[in-house]
């Protein structure tokens, strides 16, 4: 199966989906009941729809994976503990108890990222946007429903993420600074294609209970898409003021 599928686009900004599908190939068995797919833990519910959305907004290009999580996890370093997990928010998926490691980053993990870095020199982007999305709550979480409606997160590299966030609390949205998940633990692929090739980024989370319909795709699209225009262009006004 084809692990990466790109939308064409003229713009200088390139979007990125890591968690966009449930698939699983058919000669690959997880062990696990079929509803489990239809859970966070084996897509980011609405992040596919939404990037396409962003893509048509923005008139940019973007990279959408096409397997699930619980195949690869392609938002983790190849030799990331939960690369392919076998528990998930408290599921376990004993079809990946032995699997071979080396086979699936040849088949799915290094074509994905090979795609990007492939999209990156064809493109020369200015800015990167990653989708994701979160859940209210995990299933093995018994705090408090988690209050952001969306989290920028970053590494090292806050060009993008400071404008990012300062834009969306002033439009009135519960904005996580780094929430719900730190971009300084979790950051792979924008740690790869950001901030080694000194791209600035925009890593974005929204809540995936605001985007599991089509209003609500279209809804934040437009948020997400005003917000990116307002970042990149501040950006490309701080460079030309450097120059």
């Given at each position: 199966m084809t692990v990466a599928r790109?939308?064409?686009?003229?713009g200088d900004l390139l979007i990125l989906c890591d968690?966009?599908?449930s698939a699983v190939p058919d000669d690959i068995d997880l062990g696990i009941a079929p509803d489990l797919l239809d859970k966070h833990i084996a897509v980011d519910i609405g992040a596919q729809p939404l990037s396409e959305a962003l893509a048509e907004r923005l008139?940019?290009?973007?990279?959408?994976?096409?397997?699930?999580?619980l195949v690869i996890d392609l938002h983790r370093e190849p030799d990331h503990i939960g690369l392919i997990p076998t528990v998930s928010d408290g599921h376990a998926i004993p079809g990946n108890e032995?699997?071979?490691?080396?086979?699936r980053i040849a088949r799915f993990h290094g074509p994905y990222h090979a795609a990007i870095a492939a999209a990156i020199r064809a493109s020369r982007p200015r800015l990167l946007l990653s989708i994701?999305?979160?859940?209210?709550?995990?299933?093995?979480?018994?705090?408090?429903?988690?209050?952001?409606?969306?989290?920028?997160?970053?590494n090292r590299d806050t060009r993008a993420a400071r404008l990012a966030i300062d834009a969306l609390r002033a439009a009135g949205i519960e904005t996580g600074d780094n929430e719900p998940y730190s971009g300084r633990l979790l950051n792979a692929t924008l740690n790869r294609?950001?901030?080694?090739?000194g791209i600035p980024y925009l890593a974005v989370e929204v809540r995936n209970d605001l985007i599991n319909n089509d209003a609500g795709?279209?809804?934040?699209?437009k948020i997400i898409a005003d917000m990116v225009?307002?970042?990149?262009d501040r950006l490309a006004k701080g460079r030309a003021a450097a120059s």
């Open positions: 790109r939308i064409d686009g003229p968690h966009a599908s008139s940019a290009p973007a990279i959408l994976a096409t397997v699930s999580r032995g699997a071979d490691r080396g086979d994701h999305s979160f859940t209210l709550r995990l299933e093995t979480d018994r705090g408090p429903d988690r209050p952001w409606q969306v989290g920028i997160l970053y294609h950001g901030e080694a090739n795709v279209t809804h934040w699209a225009t307002d970042v990149r």
